[in-house]
DNA sequence: GTGAAAGCGCTAACAC
DNA sequence: GTGTTAGCGCTTTCAC
C-alpha cells in the first residue's frame, strides 16, 4: 500500500505565493499575522483539502494529541460508558484516544505501561487492575513528567488527580434504604480488598449499620471478585450461615445479579426474604425480574470530568491537582420491596 | 507541564560512538548489522530506556502505526467485544487504536471523516451507523490510499475487505429452531431497512419459512431501529393484529428482550404461548426470565480477524480485498419451550 | 507582519 | 558493515 502525497503547508505557500511560517501562522490562529493573509490561507486550505500532519506537529511541538486510556475492560456497562465520556470531548479538543485493555491482569499492567512510549502520548487517564496493590510503575510515570488522571479504581498512594463517585455515601444510601424498608440483617458481599473503592463501599455499609444502631457480624461480610460467579459463591456461603441475614448489598450490580440466581434457584423469595441491592445501575439491573435496587454511578460523567482534567493538567504548566467526587443516586426498583 | 528530554537513538550513538543510521538499523533488526554492534546498541538502549519516538518514525515513514475504529456505540456487548478483539491484535503487532464514536448519527459520522487526518492513520476500521445510506465519504477516504476493513454494518457498494458473522445461515437456523419446536407462525422484527445485515437476517428468515413451507405474512415482518424500545413498539403492533403470530424472532437480543418484556407486561406466557429468539448472544439474554434462546454471534473473532485483515492490508501492497464470514451458533434456552 | 533557517527524532539513499 | 546526509511536515527563534 502506497502512501501518497498529501497537501502540506509548502504547497498553500506556494499556491499563495507567501513562506510556509506565514501559513503556519496563519493556520494556527497566532496573533501576528495579517487579517486579509490569513483569510487567503485558511480558503486555500479548506480548498485544497489541507490536514495537518499530527506526526510533524507532534515531532515538532513535542506533543501529541494523544490520550492513553489503561482499563481492564471495556465490555461492561460502566466501563463502556466512561469510554465513551472521555471520547466526547477528548475529540471536542482535538485529542485522539489510544486504548489500552489489561483484562484485569497486573501483569499486562505493567507490560503495557513499561512499552508504553510516553512521546505517543501527553497524557494517560486509568483505572487500575483490581488487584494491584503496587504502582511504582505509575508514579515513575508521572515523576518524568508525563500527566495522569486516576479514575474508579484509584490508588492512594499516588499524588495525581483523581475522580471518583461518592462510593461512601452511595454505600450508606443503599443501607439507610434497606433499613427503611424493614431489613434488619444486612450483609455486605463486597469486592476484593485493598482496592480504594471496595474498601470506601464498605465504610458507607459500616457507617450505614453504625448510624442505625445495627451490629456489625463478620461473617456477614464476604470479600472476592466484581464476577457475578462470585456473588453466587458469595451468596452460598451466606445461605450456609446458621444465622443468615435477610438482605444483601453487593458492591456492584454483577455480583447482586449472581446472588439473585441463587436465591431463585433455591426458591427464596426476593424482596420479601430476602432484599437485594446492588451499585453501578447496569441496564441488567432493569431486565432481571425481580428489578434490582441499585446504587447508580454516574459513569458518563466520570469519563469526561477525568477526560477534561488530564487536558488541563496537560495544557497548563503547574495546574493544581484536584480529587473530584461525583455523586451517585438511588434507583429503587423491586429486590427491597419486602411486601 | 514542560516535555522533557527523552533518550534518542542520538544519544545512543553519542555513548557508543557510533553513528545514528548504525543505531537506527540495529535497532530495527534490519540485516546489514555487525551482530556485536547490533547486541550493544540493543543494550545500551535498554540500559538508558530508550523509548522509540513514534511521532519522529510515523514522520520519516509516512506511518503511524495508528489504526483507526469508526463505530456507533461502545457500550452494548456487541462492539465492546469486537473492539476488545482488535485492541488485542493491534497490541501484539505493535498498533494502538483509535476510538472515533459517530453515536450511530451520520452526520457525526461525516464529520468525523471529514476532519481525519488521514496522515494519522495507517488505516481504518469501521461500521457504519444504522441510517447511514451513502458511502462516499469512505470510498473517498479509499480511493486516496488509505486502507479500510468493514466490519458488522458493511456497505454493499464499496470495494474493500469485509468481515461480518453469517447473518444468513444463523437465521435460517433461528427459525429451523423455531419449526422443530412447534411453533408455525414466525414474525420477525427486523433492523432498519437498506443495512445489508438486516436485510440477510430478513432473507435468512425467508428462506426458513421456504424451506418449511410456510408462508410469508408481509404484517409479520416489522422494520425498525435496534434498540430495546423499538422491540417493545414491534410487539405491540403485533399484538394488535386480528391474526397474531405464535413466535417471534427478533435482529437483535435487545429487540427480543423489548418483546419479552411486552409479553409479560400482557401476561402471554413466553415460549409456551409465543416463543421468542433473538440474534447476538447479549449477556442479558442469559438473564432475563424466561432466559433467551438467541444466536451468538462470534463478536471477539470478528474483532481480531478484522484487525489481522486490516494490518495485512497496511503491510502488504497490492494485498487482494477478502470477505471473511464467520459462523454463528445456536443457543438454545427457555424462550422457545413451547411445554 | 513576514521570511529564512534551524531543528524536532527518525529513516533511507548513497557513498565508502 | 558503517557513516554522511537529506528530508519527512511542521514550529519557532531571529532578523528584517
Redesign the pocket.
Known sequence: MLKH?????????KTL????????????N?????Q???EKVLEAAAQMN????Y???G????RSHNIGIIIPFITNYYFSTVITGIQEVAFSKGYNIILFVTNDSPERELSIIQNLSI?NLDGLLVTTTSASDSCGHFQKIINEGTPVVFFDRVHTKIKTSKVMQDDFYGSLEAVQHLVENGYKKIAHIAGPKGLIFTERRLQGYLAGLQKHGLPVREEWIIHSGFSQECGRADMLQLLNLDEKPDAIFAVNDGKAIGAMLVLKENKIAIGKEMGVMGFTNDPMSAIISPSLTTIAEPALEIGKRSCELLIKHITKKNFILEEVIIPCRIIVRESTKIS
Do not use: C, M, Q
Not at 30 to 34: A, E, K, L, R, Y
Open positions: 502525497h498529501f497537501v502540506t503547508i509548502k504547497d498553500i505557500a505565493d507567501i513562506s510556509v511560517a506565514t501559513v503556519s501562522r496563519a493556520l494556527r497566532t496573533f501576528d499575522v495579517n486579509e493573509t490569513r489541507y490536514r495537518p500532519n506526526n510533524a506537529i515531532l515538532a511541538k513535542g512521546s
